[in-house]
């Protein structure tokens, strides 16, 4: 049980962190296409 349990808060914290870096990616993508956008109208 306890083994199961190690594995589970194992894989719960990739997916976490899977997610964090997911997020983490979109914001940086949309902020570097405004900033591109940005620096064409100059």
């Known amino acids: 049980m306890l083994f199961y349990y190690k594995n589970g808060k194992k894989v719960l914290n990739k997916v ?3 997610i964090k870096i997911t ?7 949309s902020e570097s ?3 591109w ?3 064409k109208h100059v």
């Open 23 to 29: 997020i983490f990616a979109s914001e940086i993508k």
């Open 33 to 35: 296409l405004y900033g």
């Open 16 to 18: 976490l962190y899977n």
């Open 37 to 39: 956008k940005d620096f």
